[in-house]
């Protein structure tokens, strides 16, 4: 019930598309939901983040969608641009502030120019 | 965001030495910091919980005498990985949550330990 699955395991998109990356929960009771963003040899960066309350979170090209019902959520990226290429990892807590993640394992995202 | 550092960046060492790994939150206090190691193209996999004032909570599998794990301050968590192994090389992460409610975890910028 701690799992969070993540696909794909690694993506390429054309300069300009929209990249989607998928994730789903089991444990109903997760109430935070990162994404992160990590460069080779760097640590994760968070990027945005949603709660259940909320279907939907925009952050400039950034936007998560959330669903409730079906434990799902996803990370889009419009307009992707070669920048973007990293790894995507999302991730689920529950509880207060400093609880611990779970994270998916991964996406490799390629924007090519 | 918060800024969480990590020193060194970078370490390398011989086959039985110890290397001590710091994390440190620069502009807030973090009661926990957790911390993980990442092996190339996987997940992040925490290690443990590090708590101010009380001792670390390990996650299963991981030697509690191999990591050890000291959080003496509120801006500071140390990890010593004793007696290092070649299978020990890794990316070691730490991370600190921001009060207040909101969740968010900030990480340092890692560290990449390779044992000789």
């Known amino acids: 019930q701690q799992q969070v699955k993540q696909s794909p395991q690694s993506l390429i998109v054309q300069k300009g598309g929209i990249s989607i990356i998928n994730c789903a929960y089991e444990n109903t009771a997760f109430d935070y939901f990162p994404w992160y963003q990590q460069f080779p040899g760097k640590g994760p960066a968070l990027l945005i983040a949603?709660?259940?309350?909320?279907s939907e979170k925009k952050e400039g090209r950034f936007t998560i969608s959330f669903n409730k019902s079906a434990k799902q959520f996803s990370l889009h990226i419009m307009d992707s641009q070669p920048g973007d290429s990293a790894t995507y990892f999302c991730a689920a807590s529950m509880g207060t502030s400093g609880s611990r993640l779970t994270f998916g394992e991964g996406t490799q995202l390629t924007v090519n120019p | 965001g918060a800024v969480v550092s990590q020193h060194p960046s970078r370490v390398i060492c011989k086959s039985g030495t110890s290397v001590k790994i710091e994390c440190r939150s620069l502009?807030?206090?973090?009661?926990?910091m957790f911390w993980y190691r990442q092996f190339p193209k996987q997940s992040l996999m925490l290690m443990a919980t590090s708590n101010e004032g009380s001792k670390a909570t390990y996650e299963q599998g991981v030697e509690k005498d191999k990591f050890l794990i000291n959080h003496a301050s509120l801006t500071l968590s140390t990890l010593t990985v004793t007696s290092a192994h070649p299978e020990d090389s890794s990316f070691y992460i730490c991370s600190a949550p921001t009060s207040g409610g909101r969740n968010e975890q900030f990480f340092g910028p890692g560290t990449r330990l390779t044992v000789l």
């Open positions: 502009d807030f206090q973090a009661t926990t």
């Open positions: 949603i709660r259940p309350d909320v």
